[in-house]
């Protein structure tokens, strides 16, 4: 059997080396990006620069990955306490990392305005498509007949409307400076490559930028990990991977 090694197999430095073991469930997405998120952070060597801003739910797991500033906040409240944090201290970098539930249903009208406004900070949103720390019930992201614990016979876009697609409204709003994307966690060579230019944006153009991650859920899923990353390529059908323009058509 060859054996296939991992040269990349390493932890970012501006991870908490004394941390607990990861809290996240085995196979969730989220970690996947906040590792990269990690590298990212070390290769732009921001980590005493930077101010991470979380949300409720399983985003407020950051906490304990990383070794540099973090302000947890209210459910759907990390951008407008993200936005304040900048607004009194231009010289930080301001990021904002919440969950599909925090951003497009009691946060959407934060980031909404954060977008209009083009104000200088970094959003991400790792969308898995429900309401994962509360059991999985369906979201706005969740897709036409998508099973969940709110949704046991898949949801009914005549009743429960189709997939919300975040950046495509956000795009509509942004200011030609803003950088507007969407990621999977299926190809971390991408990721990195566009959180390494949702940060830039920021640092570069002081302008708003949004990246939109998939990230699988097992647990709520209920699958196993061939299967997390069939369900997520389903997810990229529905949810296009790329960069985006203002006014795209």
Known sequence: MTKIIDKNFSMPKCFNQNSKPS???PGCGQSIFLKHFGFVIDELSIQNKITLGIDIGCSLLAWNFFNFDIVQTHHGRSVPVAVGYKLSNRRRIVVSIM????????GLQSLLHATFRNNPISVF??????????????????????????????????T???????????????????????????????????????LENQIKNNSFSFLEVLVPCPTNWKTTAKESFEFLSKLENEFPIGEMTRNEK
């Open 23 to 25: 809290l996240y469930c």
């Open 125 to 158: 949103v790792l969308n898995n498509t429900g309401y994962s720390m509360t059991g999985g019930q369906m979201a706005p992201t969740s897709i036409p007949g998508e099973i969940t614990t709110t949704s046991p016979a898949g949801k009914d876009p005549k």
């Open 99 to 106: 969950g599909d539930g925090g951003g497009y249903a009691i």
């Open 160 to 198: 429960s409307g189709r997939a919300f697609h975040g950046p495509e409204l956000i795009k509509q709003l942004s200011d030609d400076k803003s950088y507007i994307a969407r990621a999977s966690v299926s190809n971390p060579i991408l990721l990195q490559k566009m959180i390494k230019k949702t």
